[in-house]
């Protein structure tokens, strides 16, 4: 169980620890994913507002190559030359506006100026008949550098931001050309134009002229945002809660000085929509990751502590008592190698094991047979000993009948003690008597009194005639008689042995005292176990254990007390 119990924390240390290295593993990939993704994604958004600002230059080069070559062609007609030299506002705006007109685009600016940039005349589309009346042009004057060679820039009017080219008009005369007058053709950035731009590449512009919107894609609260912040440097801003990537070019009027400023601004809404789709793709696939991971980790563990399960539930078996038990041998790897070894192992403790039986049963066998051959030396003795007398002495008819009383009693011990072994062999029991306790002890010390003489051992037996117990006698006189025999043994040299009774309440106390050396400190605490002897030479450690089995089938108890001097042992006999 203990193994299984470690089996089992094993398997799940190994789910555990695979899964958090499968999330650990997934996340760290997830995170490099999505930071490439981001990479990626915002590459591309500037990638396209690059695109975005490339096709507004194409656009705005290409509107100013228009305004470049009408105010060529107006400039070098010889009917607007005519009108030009005339010097008349009125004859220059009716010449000019005739051509004008079927050239420009309706949002367009037209003004014709002298060379020191004073308005002669203007024509002004429809768009543009708005604006406050010009009577000079300052950018001419900046333009004049350029001369005879056009020059491009932007231009702020009122509330609008003009693109503007500047075109000289030149006159031939005897000597040279001389400046004559100088065209003014511009185009204004409105929506239309953002809108345009929008539609091409796909981003968001916005035209700001001193801080202030004057064209852009972008809805009413947006520009409102985006005017009061700050963040024309910033690559990446947030407009309302939506972030943008931001590009900035600055609008220069002909000195080259700022006359504006473009932003063209890429939502992330579309890169963070994908990114957000590849986070929840991510998070799928790792939770698909993660259980194909703990359900793969699990089989495969299962796999491999399966014949560690075999192997605890064998030896469960083997602490059972079932030595026959046999795991079978999985491949030739560790494992297999281990279930081979156990095998051998179960092999092994089997044969010892019943080696082991064996041998007992034979030291039993001889035990036994020592004890029996200790138990029926007495009887036999005194058999032996009176049929010799009978045999090789003339007595008298008196010693006759008492030798033959002693054979007959002898023989009688015999049988009780072959009777009793059947008995024990076979589980049955005697049937009690009333029997007198100082008459069991008398004739349990009666074979040994000669022996005790012998010694100097004093036997004293203070007991009442009236204590009467119910009894299976022979037993009882092996008990007292084997109590008695140990003391007298112990006391080679001379001592003394008393027997005492009490009555307590429902039952007999017996004590029996000896001077002796006492008990041995090493067998003290296993005394009434089998075969624990020390310092007996015929002793073979069964005669306390069988004499304690006898008093306890008779309901009552042996023990021994502690003793400074001697032993001291007590029997409890229930009435």
């Known amino acids: 169980m203990k193994l299984k119990r470690h089996s089992v924390s094993l398997l799940w240390r190994i789910l555990f620890s695979t899964s958090i290295a499968i999330t650990v593993l997934f996340a760290a990939m997830g995170w490099l994913l999505q930071d490439q993704f981001v990479r990626i994604a915002t590459a591309t958004l500037e990638d396209e507002v690059r695109a975005s600002f490339r096709a507004y230059e194409s656009l705005w080069r290409a509107r100013a190559d228009q305004l470049a070559t009408v105010s060529l062609i107006l400039s070098r007609l010889p009917s607007v030359r005519a009108a030009f030299s005339t010097g008349d506002g009125a004859t220059i705006r009716d010449s000019a506006s005739e051509v004008w007109d079927r050239l420009s685009r309706p949002e367009t600016l037209f003004l014709v100026c002298d060379p020191k940039g004073v308005v002669i005349a203007s024509v002004a589309g429809p768009e543009t008949q708005n604006q406050p009346h010009l009577s000079e042009f300052a950018a001419v004057r900046s333009a004049a550098r350029e001369f005879p060679q056009q020059a491009r820039g932007f231009v702020t009017l009122g509330n609008r931001l003009y693109q503007i080219v500047i075109t000289p008009v030149y006159v031939a005369t005897t000597s040279d050309s001389a400046l004559l007058d100088v065209l003014v053709a511009g185009v204004a950035v409105d929506k239309d134009l953002a809108t345009e731009l929008k539609n091409a590449s796909g981003s968001d512009f916005v035209f700001l002229a001193h801080g202030s919107v004057v064209a852009s894609t972008l809805n009413p609260a947006m520009e409102r945002a985006l005017e009061g912040s700050s963040s024309s440097q910033r690559r990446q801003i947030q407009l309302l809660g939506s972030d943008y990537l931001q590009f900035t070019s600055e609008l220069t009027d ?87 070894t156990f095998n051998s192992m179960c092999a092994s403790i089997s044969k010892a094991r019943e080696d082991l039986i064996r041998q007992e049963r034979i030291a039993t066998i001889g035990r036994l047979s020592t004890s029996i051959i200790h138990d029926l030396r007495n009887p036999l003795a005194a058999i032996y000993g009176g049929a010799e007398m009978l045999v090789d002495s003339k007595l008298s008819s008196a010693q006759v009948e008492r030798l033959a009383a002693n054979i007959y009693k002898a023989s009688r011990q015999v049988q009780s003690l072959l009777q009793e072994l059947a008995d024990v062999t076979q589980g049955r029991a005697h049937a009690r008597e009333v029997c007198n306790l100082r008459e069991v002890i008398a004739a349990a010390y009666e074979p040994l009194a000669a022996t005790a003489e012998s010694r100097g051992v004093d036997v004293r037996i203070d007991l009442a005639d009236e204590v009467e117990l119910p009894l299976d006698r022979s037993p009882m006189e092996r008990v007292f008689q084997n109590l008695l025999s140990n003391a007298i043994e112990a006391m080679p040299n001379g001592g003394s042995v008393s027997v005492r009774a009490e009555r307590r309440d429902h039952e007999i106390v017996v004590s029996v005292e000896d001077t002796g050396p006492g008990i041995p400190a090493a067998i003290a605490d296993q005394l009434f176990e089998p075969f624990v002897t020390a310092g007996k030479k015929n002793g073979v450690g069964l005669g306390l254990a069988l004499s304690r089995k006898t008093v306890v089938s008779h309901g009552g108890d042996l023990w021994s007390d502690q003793k400074n001097d001697g032993a001291r042992f007590v029997l409890r006999l229930p009435v």
Do not use: C, H, M
């Open 254 to 340: 002909i000195d080259g000085n700022p006359a504006g400023e473009l932003r063209i601004l890429r939502s992330f809404k579309n890169a963070l929509d994908q990114i957000t789709a590849v986070r929840s793709r991510l998070a799928v696939l790792w939770l698909a990751a993660v259980l194909a991971g703990i359900g793969l980790t699990y089989f495969l563990t299962r796999r491999l502590l399966k014949p560690v399960d075999e192997l605890d539930r064998a030896a469960a078996e083997i602490a059972k008592g079932n030595y026959d038990v046999r795991v079978p041998v999985r491949g030739a790897g560790e494992i297999g190698r281990l279930a081979e």
